[in-house]
């Protein structure tokens, strides 16, 4: 739009063409006539260019007024739908979220806040990226998601994380294997003589492990995969035991198996909302976030997992 040119000008143009007439014009716009008269004055010279011919009888637009008429009723119509889109947008009603997480969270988080967000929000498109612990603190760094949900060992600069749950590690075999048909709970001396598959180093759960002070009582892994579905895949074959942690166990594909949880040492691990400092959230990231935060508070917490104590008060 012309600098000079402005949306009230424009509008009372359009009412003049309307109405044929500056008193009617006038009135509907909710003006005086003094002030529409001067603003169509203002437009014209603005254009330089009379856009109406006026008796005392009648208005008519002139040729450059007719020219002019289509164009500004396409301005008035586009940013009619730009504000509507800008309002739409704040409140979570259309716009897009791009979230990053481990595949545990998305099974039993994610995916039922995602299912509710959508039937309250349909215009809302969702990305949901499955990825280990370091990589995903990258991606918030780098604002290729818009939050994270992952293992933390320790700060980093630039990153707000808000601690989510801690859970309870524990092993997951098939419900034949030895381990599963224990009287009590497995301690870690037990678990090795058996073969044990796990995830890539850089996933938070193995970080996790190597770094703890107990390293040395871990199991060493005979098979690494590089998806939680492969993990899965080596468990039920009878391969392998893997060691996940208790959040693993609410998991519709655990059904199948049977998830204990470790004792001598009870290990757990914390799990955490990712935040890049310097970036707000989007209204539609903060309608994913409070639909994530309600799923959470739909676990029931026991022995193996518990919630963060803000968590567990109503949002």
Known sequence: ?????????????????????????????????????????????????????????????????????????????????????????????????????NASFIDVVLAPAIAALSKQYPGISVRVIEDTADSLVKRVLTGEVDFGIATMLGAVNDIDARLLLKDRMGVLCRRDHPVALMKRDPAWPELHRYPMASLPFGAGIVAMLDDSHFASIIPKPMYEVSSVSSLFALVESGAGIAILPGIAAYSSKVKDFCFRPIRKPTLHRGLFFLRRQSRSLSPAGESLRDFMFRQLQEIKEGTILSLAPDLRRPL
């Open 1 to 101: 739009m012309h600098k000079d040119v402005t949306t009230k000008q424009i509008r009372g143009f359009v009412a003049v063409a309307d109405e044929k007439s500056f008193t009617r014009a006038a009135s509907k716009l909710r003006v005086s006539q003094s002030a529409l008269t001067i603003a169509i004055q203002s437009l014209e010279a603005a254009v330089n260019a009379q856009l109406f011919d006026r008796t005392t009888r009648s208005v008519e637009l002139t040729a450059q007024g007719r020219r002019f008429l289509p164009v500004a009723l396409r301005l008035l119509d586009e940013l009619t739908r730009g504000i509507d889109d800008l309002h739409a947008f704040a409140s979570s009603q259309r716009g897009s979220v791009v979230v990053g997480s």
